[in-house]
């Protein structure tokens, strides 16, 4: 089992910064990819970012060269900074972690935390 807590959600303007944490605890040491995701108001949920163990990272186009995805394994944590943000990055942000356990993949959530970008 793994839980996934995130936090670091709040109101900014335009412009603006905000570096959301996404802390896991449990089977950690099963944790490779991380992931953050984000759903917008009335519509769908969207990948952000992934992250592998060895610090691989890869973005959505959308976010490039203004979100950077980044962790700590000897935390467990999982950030993203957030910088230059725009209302359309207004959504709750979540963390993911996809588990392989033998044969069985489990995707593993965190509650969400909102963002939302004024402008």
């Known amino acids: 089992q793994v839980q996934l807590v995130e936090s670091g959600g709040g109101l900014v303007q335009a412009g603006g910064s905000l570096r959301l944490s996404c802390a896991a605890s449990?089977?950690?040491?099963?944790?490779?990819?991380m992931h953050w995701y984000r759903q917008p108001p009335g519509k769908q949920r969207e990948w952000v970012a992934v992250?592998?163990?060895?610090?691989?990272?890869s973005y959505a186009d959308s976010v490039k060269e203004r979100f950077t995805i980044s962790r700590d394994n000897a935390k467990n944590t999982m950030y993203l900074q957030m910088n230059s943000l725009e209302p359309d990055d207004t959504a709750v942000y979540y963390c993911?972690?996809?588990?392989?356990?033998?044969?069985?993949?489990?995707?593993?959530w965190g509650q969400g935390t909102q963002v939302t970008v004024s402008s």
């Open positions: 449990g089977s950690t040491f099963r944790i490779n990819r």
């Open positions: 993911n972690a996809p588990v392989l356990t033998g044969s069985l993949l489990k995707n593993y």
């Open positions: 992250i592998s163990r060895d610090g691989s990272t």
